[in-house]
């Protein structure tokens, strides 16, 4: 599912037009992004936590295939932080009961 078919969904079963449902949509969106810039968490409950994880920096290898064959240097990452999305055990075991194999 697309944003776009999201907003359907939603106007469909709020009876809510498209256009508003998008404003907001898009202004929840704004919301946790800032909420992440700031460094503050988004918990919603029984759906899960928007928040920030920190990636120590960690040693790479990029390897280039060359005439003279391969070519291997090591690069450093530098630590970085990253969005992150954690599930509530709720949502998880929703998603568990639905799609067993």
Known sequence: ??????????????????????????????????????????????????????????KARNIVKSADGYITTTITIPAHVVPSFKPAKKFINRVKKSNQI
């Open 1 to 58: 599912m697309i944003k776009a078919d999201l907003v359907s969904q939603l106007s469909r079963e709020t009876g809510v037009e498209r256009k508003v449902i998008q404003v907001i949509l898009e202004s929840f969106m704004d919301t946790v992004k800032m909420s992440l810039e700031k460094g503050e968490n988004v918990y919603l409950r029984e759906f899960g936590t928007f928040g920030i994880k920190k990636k120590a920096s960690k």
